[in-house]
């Protein structure tokens, strides 16, 4: 079965920048749009980031010009770089496929975002 972990999260100062990585232990990047979410405490899990096998990608409004999600098939291994963070983008964020599938969940990271 194939399982995604999460990696990369943790503490920064507004302004600053991390990059989250998500590991798949099977094949599933090259035959599946991929995502990265994320939920807030007390908020709903939301889509910030996908992008298709073809290399398309779609960012929420309050995300764009400051995240870029990028794949590595040959690595199964999704990124998702996000700059000029803010207060706003504390959550913990997950990947998975598009549309979500609830066998993929993994346990995600945490990213706080604080002064």
């Known amino acids: 079965q194939v399982q995604l972990v999460e990696s990369g999260g943790g503490l920064v100062q507004p302004g600053g920048s991390l990059r989250l990585s998500c590991a798949a232990s099977?094949?599933?990047?090259?035959?599946?749009?991929m995502g990265w979410y994320r939920q807030a405490p007390g908020k709903e899990r939301e889509l910030v980031a996908a992008?298709?096998?073809?290399?398309?990608?779609n960012y929420v409004d309050s995300v764009k010009g400051r995240f870029t999600i990028s794949r590595d098939n040959a690595k199964n291994t999704v990124y998702l770089q996000m700059n000029s963070l803010k207060p706003e983008d504390t959550a913990v964020y997950y990947c998975?496929?598009?549309?979500?599938?609830?066998?993929?969940w993994g346990q995600g990271t945490q990213v706080t975002v604080s002064s």
């Open positions: 998975n496929i598009v549309p979500s599938a609830s066998r993929y």
């Open positions: 099977g094949s599933i990047f090259s035959i599946n749009a």
């Open positions: 992008r298709t096998t073809r290399g398309t990608t």
